[in-house]
């Protein structure tokens, strides 16, 4: 059963564009929806997170705007730029269950100079 | 400050043959420890995670066992590899006491099986 669904799959955006990525979620008591950065062999590493009880939450260029009765958040990155590229990945958790994370199926990301 | 180490870095084994994969945190203690399996171009999918030592869940029936033989060190074995265990494995904690809190990932293992 996939709790988070993402999409796009892949995503190919001109540099100084906005990329977009969208992710949708069934169980509403998941209360943390974080994004993740993964490069290319490497671990995943938080970008940004948001909790449900608010509905945008930006660092830098990038922006995670949250519904909570439509059940979907999405990632902004605004200004996009080639050191952007990589698989990013949506997730979502409930405190009480052990902080367990659940991942939407990642989007690869490539930023065109 | 907290590090987490994860080894080998890639690993070719042939069918049939045992796995054992290490995953050591530092800084920490107590931590909440997960395995997870990333199958090329998909997503991350929860193998097994553990809140304490020798208490593993496992999230999904499989090939694959874990274990936490002290408190810092979470072990993925396989007594016999198959050809569907060829992935990237991440190993990855949490703080157990902070809510909704940050994950903190491994480099992974890249794992062929032959």
């Given at each position: 059963q996939q709790q988070v669904k993402q999409s796009p799959q892949s995503l190919i955006v001109q540099k100084g564009g906005i990329s977009i990525i969208n992710c949708a979620y069934e169980n509403t008591a998941?209360?943390?929806f974080p994004w993740y950065q993964q490069f290319p062999g490497k671990g995943p590493a938080l970008l940004i997170a948001i909790r449900p009880d608010v509905s945008e939450k930006k660092e830098g260029r990038f922006t995670i705007s949250f519904n909570k009765?439509?059940?979907q958040f999405s990632l902004h990155i605004m200004d996009s730029q080639p050191g952007d590229s990589a698989t990013y990945f949506?997730?979502?958790?409930?405190?009480?269950a052990g902080n367990?994370?659940?991942f939407?199926?990642?989007t690869r990301l490539m930023v065109k100079p | 400050s907290q590090t987490i180490h994860q080894w080998p870095a890639t690993l070719v084994q042939p069918v049939g043959s045992p796995l054992s994969l290490e995953c050591t945190v530092e800084g920490t203690s107590n931590p909440n420890l997960y395995w997870y399996r990333q199958a090329a171009g998909r997503?991350?999918?929860l193998l097994f995670y553990s809140v304490g030592i020798g208490q593993i869940s496992s999230e999904v029936p499989q090939n694959l066992s874990a274990s936490r033989p002290q408190d810092r060190q979470f072990i993925l074995s396989s007594k016999k590899l198959l050809l569907s265990d060829s992935g990237f494995y991440l190993c990855a904690w949490t703080e157990p006491l902070l809510m909704n809190t940050e994950a903190f990932f491994g480099q992974g293992t890249r794992l062929t099986v032959v």
């Open positions: 998941f209360d943390y009765s439509a059940k949506c997730a979502a958790s409930r405190n009480n367990m994370l659940t939407g199926g990642g | 997503g991350l999918q």
